[in-house]
């Protein structure tokens, strides 16, 4: 089984650019939270959350190209090299979301990015932040433009779950690690 010291390491030695290690953070945690909503096991869904992008900063143009047999290689769990490849579905792999963590794994990618952006305007960053405004947020496409919300939808679709009720359980998992992610706000500096 992967585990979060694993994951790290493999992901580490290839990813190097803050705001890639600063989004693998956020998925981290917030696929924690989801298996806890789930009843999936906590740490491998955040070792798989933490490692999904390993081959993003070396070949941008070709994500999820040089991953699977990558990592197979490295004696990953090959179900959960296909969760990996998951979360690419309809982008860059064929590779269909069918478990929760896959799932979950392909809604939260690009969610966590709209709430990351959502705590970076607030004073107090993710340790207020509440569902109403991230969904005032997520309603206008100007704001966080790069994150694809039609993704997200057809996310919250497979999983069962409105867009606010994922979110909630994100920024749940998300909120502890404030400090660590950059989102305790301006006022923490």
């Known amino acids: 089984m992967l585990t979060i010291e694993r994951a790290k390491e493999l ?9 890639l290690v600063i989004h693998a953070k956020n998925v981290m945690y917030a696929m924690g939270a989801m298996a806890e909503r789930f009843g999936g096991d906590r740490e491998r869904w955040m070792a798989v959350g933490y490692l999904h992008d390993y081959d993003y900063e070396l070949f941008p143009e070709e994500h999820l190209k040089h991953t699977e047999k990558e990592l197979l290689a490295e004696g990953v769990d090959a179900e959960d090299v296909r969760a990996i490849m998951s979360h690419g579905f309809g982008i860059c792999t064929d590779v269909e979301p ?16 709209i709430i990351q952006a959502c705590a970076r305007m607030r004073p107090q960053g ?5 569902v109403k405004s991230f969904m005032k947020k997520f309603k206008d496409k100007k704001f966080a433009a790069g994150c694809d919300r039609e993704l997200i939808l057809k996310g919250c679709a497979m999983l ?20 660590e992610l950059e989102l305790a706000g301006t006022q923490a500096n």
């Not at 069918?98 to 990015?113: A, N, R, Y």
């Not at 779950?161 to 749940?172: D, F, G, L, Y």
């Open 126 to 130: 993710i340790t207020d932040l509440e």
């Open 160 to 179: 069962g779950m409105e867009v606010s009720e994922v979110a909630a359980v994100c920024i749940e998992g998300m909120r502890p690690h404030a400090a």
């Open 98 to 113: 069918l478990t929760d963590m896959e799932k979950s794994l392909f809604t939260v990618d690009e969610l966590t990015g």
């Open 11 to 19: 992901n580490d030695a290839r990813v190097r650019e803050h705001h």
